[in-house]
């Protein structure tokens, strides 16, 4: 049994335990071991990655409890991708919140552990109610980063976030019960075992189960009619929250994309692709409707909490084709969106910090300090965003185009996203020149023009240096991806990882 | 049993659903409050319904229950009375910093969101005992 699987779970839970008992007073301490526990974690996926580089699954079974009658983790290729994607978010965000963010209110590092601690253990659990928990986790951890700092309309912004998600657990769990109820298992790959098995009379509890499943995650993801809290939630959110909570709406497609292909995709009979007719329509439509906000949207955070709903849509419409090559164009533009998505949102941040009283709204305001380096850091991760050439977002929508070719929608995904592309780009360019250029034209006194520290800039960077490295290294990075994806359409080869753990034992 | 069961679950779901979309806080969280509820009494239910029977094999085998279901809900009522309190403490929040308990934001929220503004209120209040005070002297 290897122990490095439960280390990106078991690192900030001891940290954040740590940091609430011992470094509650004292910032320097907290930030110390926040900042060192992240780039551990940091270290420990990478590892992880390229462990999980072999092809191998491995399986870690919590005090020796054989699956599937235990708590198993599991470490594919899917899952040490996504462990790493949030260590390098998290790195960075954290980069950015030391610079002040953390001070504005209590018990920000350990919410933050907390946080990290959920999203990993989400992507690393091998059974239904462990994610169940670990989506609480991350969950009450957000509740509580998303009204740091405070104020009227964070607060309320807040609840209405809580209250959406504590209804989205309820039907999880509904879920949980309604499946466990004719399967007898939680354990996912028991139950992709037994799911062809259910008698037709069991077929209609069944897939109930599951798509009431599919609707917690489409919450999760964003997925149109399920988007309503993501504006409010976001735009509000302190800047580096809401930069982390772009790695958030990707555990929801990250959800979907484990549970549809691994049990209910080829081999489940009655049930086979069953998300497929219901993600399709809503992730289009959600695409439209993202692309469509951007152009609408009234602050600089409202425009990112658009094209971060945007690009779920146009994900998890590539997600519904479920085909191998739909799926590793999906997965790159995962990790690209959610990195052009964390930048964009610390973008705003740094512009509404010096904008004085307009903030990051879409009005005319005065020159604001470093207005020309923030301006062209935006337009590099507007690029991003957008899916302009040279970025990455342009290979990952051609990568997409060309995964969906064989689709029956094929015509649909083409005219949909090309044409939201444009719209995407007129409402960033309308973003971009009202808040950076034409602020020359205002003759109203400006804000004192005074430099800001230097770390914030070092994140936004190191967040958009890795898009730059994802554009570089597109071709070895989506060659990865496609072997990641016809891992996943070779279940037998998880199922026998997380179930033969059962006769090894004693 | 299974009619009780089963009915008693619909209206606490319906119930809890229609207080959650109603535009005051309070109305929520009791109506989030009957969705747990009724939640948890499914989850109970996944077990299947029996009478006198132990959650364990015993030692002459016989029948039992799953005792799976029960400990998922043993869960979910920790996890859902933890966030009970946590939704009720920023609601009170919101309410105490915003001045009204409307779940709507103040940039959308009806006109009925200001007429119910404690702080408002206060403050038309402060100003009409004022003037009284004034008229008087």
């Known amino acids: 049994m290897n122990h490095a699987l439960i280390l990106p779970i078991l690192l900030p839970a001891i940290v ?4 609430v008992m011992a470094a509650r007073y004292d910032k320097v301490l907290a930030r110390v071991f926040s900042l060192a ?35 198993v983790l599991v470490l594919d290729r899917l899952a040490a991708l996504m462990v790493l994607l949030n260590a390098v978010l998290g790195l ?8 002040g963010w953390d001070l504005r209110g209590k018990h920000f590092h350990p919410l ?16 239904f109610f462990n994610l169940f928990v670990f989506f609480e986790i991350l969950l009450i951890a957000s509740y509580g980063l998303m009204v ?45 075992v037994i799911v062809p ?27 149109v009619p399920l988007h309503f809290w993501l504006p409010g939630t976001y735009a509000n959110a302190p800047g580096p929250v809401a930069a982390l909570f772009a790695i958030m709406t990707k555990v929801g497609a990250y959800s979907i994309i484990r549970l549809y292909v691994l049990a209910f995709g080829a081999e489940a009979g009655p049930a086979a692709w069953l998300a497929a007719p219901w993600l399709l329509p809503a992730g289009l439509v959600t695409l439209v409707l993202g692309m469509t906000g951007v152009l609408a949207a009234r602050s600089l955070g409202q425009m990112a909490s658009f094209a971060v709903i945007g690009s779920m849509g146009m994900l998890l419409a590539t997600v519904s084709v479920f085909t191998p090559q739909a799926i590793g164009a999906a997965l790159y533009y995962l990790i690209h969106s959610t990195f052009a998505a964390g930048a964009l949102f610390l973008i705003a941040d740094l512009v509404a910090e010096r904008r004085g009283v307009q903030r990051d709204r879409l ?95 070092v994140a936004v960077g190191g967040v958009l240096a890795c898009l730059v490295t994802l554009t570089v290294f597109a071709g070895p990075v989506h060659g990865w991806l496609e072997l990641t994806a016809t891992q996943l359409f070779a279940p037998t080869a998880y199922i026998e990882a997380v179930l033969g753990t059962a006769q090894e034992g004693p | 049993m299974e009619f009780l069961v089963a009915s008693a679950i619909g209206v606490m779901t319906a119930a809890g659903l229609y207080l959650v979309l109603r535009a005051r806080t309070f109305p929520v969280i009791i109506g989030l409050s009957l969705l747990t509820y009724a939640t948890n009494l499914f989850l109970f239910a996944t077990g299947r319904l029996a009478i006198n029977q132990p959650p364990v094999i015993g030692a002459t085998g016989g029948s039992y229950v799953d005792p799976l279901p029960q400990a998922l809900v043993l869960t979910a009522i920790v996890i859902s009375f933890g966030m009970t309190a946590v939704v009720v403490v920023m609601a009170l929040r919101g309410y105490l910093e915003t001045g009204n308990d409307h779940v709507d934001l103040p940039g959308d929220a009806s006109p009925e969101a200001s007429e119910d503004d404690w702080k408002l209120r206060g403050r038309k209040q402060a100003d009409a005992t004022v003037k009284a005070g004034g008229s008087k002297a």
Request: glycine share 12%; no cysteine.
């Open chain 1, 92 to 99: 960075s965000v954290l980069l950015y919140a030391i610079n």
């Open chain 1, 363 to 457: 009005v005319l305001a005065p020159r604001f300090a470093q207005a020309g380096l923030l301006a062209g850091l935006f337009f590099v991760a507007a690029i991003g965003i957008t899916g302009m050439p040279p970025l990455s977002g342009f290979i990952g929508k051609l990568l997409i185009l060309d995964g969906v070719r064989a689709s029956a929608h094929a015509t649909w995904f083409w005219t949909l996203i090309l044409s939201t592309s444009l719209i995407a780009i007129v409402g960033f360019s309308r973003g971009g020149s009202l808040v950076f250029w034409k602020s020359h034209a205002v003759n109203a006194p400006s804000a004192p023009l005074h430099r800001g520290a230097a770390l914030p800039f």
């Open chain 1, 197 to 223: 098995r259910v008698p037709a009379a069991d077929q209609a509890l069944l897939q109930t189960g599951a798509v009431l499943l599919l609707l917690v995650f489409a919450i999760k993801a964003a997925l």
């Open chain 1, 148 to 192: 740091h700092g405070g104020g009227g309309l964070r607060v309320k912004a807040g609840v209405q976030y809580v209250v959406t998600n504590l209804v989205g657990s309820s039907v999880f769990l509904i879920a949980v019960g309604l499946i466990y109820s004719v399967t007898g298992t939680l354990n996912m790959a028991d139950l992709a």
């Open chain 1, 37 to 71: 526990s992240t780039v551990l974690l940091f270290g420990v996926a990478l590892t992880l990655l390229v462990m999980a580089s072999d092809g191998s699954v491995r399986t870690y079974a919590l005090g020796a409890w054989p699956a599937p009658f235990g708590i």
């Open chain 1, 16 to 19: 954040g335990a740590l940091l």
């Open chain 1, 112 to 127: 933050f552990q907390f946080q990290l601690m959920g999203i990993n253990g989400a992507f690393l659990t091998g059974d």
